[in-house]
């Protein structure tokens, strides 16, 4: 089967790391492909950021911010061990999503590099406004079905106030709600490889209730303005 471009490139860059990944772990190492094998689509937006200057890929796979809102400061480990000790190599697929989105919101919908940022507070990235406001929490998915579950989980939690529980532990789509709800953007931007979606969200108007909630929304709705 011949590869499309973008899946050659993905396959030379990790044939290329796994051994400056060896030299680091002073042990061989094996990469395990993964299932289902990585869509085209998925390749794309991961060297569609990178082609644009959202990333420098080091030797060894790691992806470096570059261009947009200076916010954790981390880079993007593209393979890591299957555990600690394991010499069993695997893909961070859900990165190649992620990586995606500052692509998106830059390219495609029109917002300065210097809006965007990664990984703020629970979301995968955050678009802010012309005034330094919250405009847009972004999250990406690996699947439809994840974002899915993601939308309609997040859309019953922000509709009741976030109380604190005895539990340390939120689960992923609490974390998120609790995050539109002390973040305050105008839009929420979910995104897999063979989808995405966006909501409005409204806020109640009481600042005693910390309740929203998300309406579908068509994308050219977040753009900023034209792009070429």
Known sequence: MTLSPNLERLDALIAAAIPVLEGRFARSLEYREPAPPISEVEAEGLFRAVDAGFFEVADDGLCIPRLMRP?????YP???????????????????THASLPA??????????HDIALDVDAFDALVFSTENQPLIAAEAKKTIRELEKTVNEIAGHVQQPFRLRRS????NSEQKSRSLLALRPLF????????????AVSYAPDPGSATARIDPVPIERLALRPTK
């Open 71 to 75: 916010s954790t400061g981390f880079s």
């Open 168 to 171: 340390p532990r939120l689960t």
């Open 78 to 96: 593209l393979l890591s061990p299957l555990d600690r000790q394991s010499s069993t190599m695997v893909l961070w697929r859900e990165w190649l």
């Open 104 to 113: 998106t919101l830059h390219l495609d919908l029109g917002h300065a590099c």
């Open 188 to 199: 929420l931007f979910v995104v897999a490889p063979e989808r995405s979606a966006a909501f």
